[in-house]
């Protein structure tokens, strides 16, 4: 194809599950788009080297039947989009335990179980008599039971309905924040001891906004995760794309969208030909969403500058480590997670090689996701990281941690297990804020009306043939699911593409 006198029909920017779910329904569905005949044409522009984006999944070396989920690991089976995907790409799939009652909570220098807490044991907060007894994920949830009471009862469209005109302490929903809602349901005590123990820091930042409520998915579902790793997903998505007929160019990093010959759009690349196209998709997060040129061409003047302030990008890091055996498996701990008020903050159990799960026979090697933060605790990992210094071994040379980040590590799990923590074979350390992500989730900012900024920003130029989508101007942000919602929404009303025909009635689009 001459990249100028041959348009493609589709130009999307992004390869993530977003980018990658365009391409292939494109192909797959055949519709013609507006102003083009028969099946469209589609290049997908990826600027790394690497397609899915926030769903990358490491072999760790010497034992091929784990799986490190370096981004994204799971989903619920109540999010019926993923799940149809899931079966329609012919993904095996198995359940995610998030909590075991041998799990730990370390904290205020208190060691004790999940099933302690269940018990009703003391924590080493001074809670209020109605709070006691309770877990921190129960008490979340009588925060967001004040904002809507019936929110377990009601599905996501009539959540998102109310957020016109709902009220919290006489103020509108979408100018409260997170932390306000917290701090006037629970006690003092009450709001620091969850805020501790759920193992998510950014509860604490007024520029959450408490609207985010609103767009969590809160129906009643089990975590799942994909056998092969949940980068399957979007591996799976790249080989249907292509082999259906959709051009994926990895390595090629977009720089601004310009109008080309004949009222053609054009993507200006970085040290590649440019791309003519009828239709242009940016399926991007904030951050490069951001880094495009904006002040030209066809979004010169458009909303989508402004918009960008609208999502506050999450700060999200991972060390998984690597050891010779199940070190955890002595305090009775299989799997889920355990949760510290220490910077790592949370450490999830993902495994074993060993003959029940397909390994040899005697290869004891285990996998744990030693820190897993977000917000303010990621800055601790940073400074780490930018410390420099040797690397340990790692899985992937392109997810290398310094010797000093391991040895904080070990420290930190050897406190919070109460155990000596043996000396890792390899590591493997990923900040998410690195471009061009900006984070590992978003969430809406306090002061905004998601309703209306998420269509003004899936078509940023009236009259314009650029979209815009992805998980971070969705109404599921933090999921993959807002990945897809978002795009669905942009195939159907943008690019005149029929309903998946292997989605189940009242599957998840965007609003």
């Known amino acids: 194809m001459d990249p100028v006198t041959d348009p493609v029909d589709v130009a999307v920017v992004g390869g993530g599950v977003a980018g990658l779910y365009l391409a292939w329904s494109l192909r797959t569905r055949r519709a013609a788009v507006p102003g083009a005949a028969g099946a469209p044409s589609v290049v997908v522009l990826e600027s790394d080297g690497r397609t899915g984006g926030r769903l990358h999944t490491v072999r760790p070396p010497g034992a091929p039947h784990l799986r490190a989920e370096i981004g994204g690991m799971r989903y619920l089976d109540s999010q019926r989009l993923v799940v149809a995907l899931i079966a329609a790409l012919g993904l095996a799939h198995r359940d995610f335990t998030m909590l075991d009652d041998h799990d730990l909570h370390l904290l205020r220098g208190s060691r004790f179980t999940v099933a302690d807490l269940r018990a009703g044991a003391a924590v080493p907060y001074d809670l209020a008599p109605a709070e006691r007894g309770h877990t921190p994920q129960e008490l979340m949830g009588t925060v967001v039971r004040a904002l809507v009471p019936d929110i377990a009862t009601i599905d996501a469209a009539a959540r998102r309905a109310r957020e016109r005109d709902l009220v919290f302490g006489g103020r509108p929903v979408r100018d409260v924040?997170?932390?306000?809602?917290?701090?006037?349901?629970?006690?003092?005590?009450?709001?620091?001891?969850?805020?501790?123990?759920?193992?998510?820091?950014?509860?604490?930042?007024?520029?959450?906004?408490?609207?985010?409520?609103?767009?969590?998915?809160?129906?009643?579902?089990?975590?799942?995760?994909?056998?092969?790793?949940?980068?399957?997903?979007?591996?799976?998505?790249?080989?249907?794309?292509?082999?259906?007929?959709?051009?994926?160019?990895?390595?090629?990093?977009?720089?601004?969208?310009?109008?080309?010959?004949?009222?053609?759009?054009?993507?200006?690349?970085?040290?590649?030909?440019?791309?003519?196209?009828?239709?242009?998709?940016?399926?991007?997060?904030?951050?490069?969403?951001?880094?495009?040129?904006?002040?030209?061409?066809?979004?010169?003047?458009?909303?989508?500058?402004?918009?960008?302030?609208a999502v506050l990008a999450v700060p999200a890091a991972k060390l998984y480590l690597g050891f010779p055996e199940p070190w955890w498996e002595r305090l009775g701990i299989m799997t889920g997670k355990s949760v510290t008020d220490l910077p790592m903050r949370q450490c999830l159990y993902f495994g074993v090689e060993d003959e029940a799960a397909g390994g040899e026979a005697g290869n004891r090697s285990a996998l744990l996701a030693a820190t897993y933060t977000d917000d303010r605790a990621t800055g601790y990992w940073q400074a780490l990281r930018d410390a420099g210094g040797p690397a340990w071994p790692a899985a992937d040379p392109a997810l290398p941690a310094p010797t000093g980040m391991v040895a904080d590590a070990r420290r930190q799990l050897a406190e919070l297990h109460g155990v000596d923590v043996p000396e890792p074979g390899w590591a493997a350390f990923r900040d998410w804020t690195e471009p061009p992500f900006g984070g590992g989730w978003h969430y809406w900012r306090t002061g905004h009306l998601s309703v209306d900024v998420m269509p003004r920003v899936r078509r940023p130029a009236p009259g314009v043939n650029v979209a815009v989508c992805g998980e971070a101007f969705s109404a599921h942000q933090g999921w993959i699911l807002g990945a897809l919602s978002s795009a669905e929404r942009v195939l159907q009303d943008q690019l005149a593409q029929p309903p998946p025909a292997w989605a189940p009635p009242g599957a998840e689009v965007d609003p």
């Open 177 to 309: 924040a997170m932390v306000e809602v917290a701090r006037q349901v629970l006690s003092p005590e009450g709001f620091e001891y969850v805020m501790d123990g759920l193992g998510y820091t950014v509860g604490r930042d007024p520029e959450v906004g408490a609207v985010n409520v609103l767009h969590t998915d809160y129906s009643v579902g089990r975590p799942r995760t994909l056998t092969d790793g949940m980068q399957a997903l979007p591996d799976a998505l790249a080989a249907a794309a292509a082999e259906a007929g959709a051009e994926i160019r990895r390595g090629v990093r977009a720089l601004a969208v310009d109008h080309g010959p004949d009222g053609l759009l054009r993507v200006a690349t970085d040290g590649a030909d440019p791309v003519v196209a009828r239709h242009v998709v940016l399926a991007l997060p904030r951050a490069a969403l951001a880094a495009l040129d904006l002040s030209t061409g066809p979004l010169a003047g458009s909303t989508l500058a402004a918009d960008l302030d």
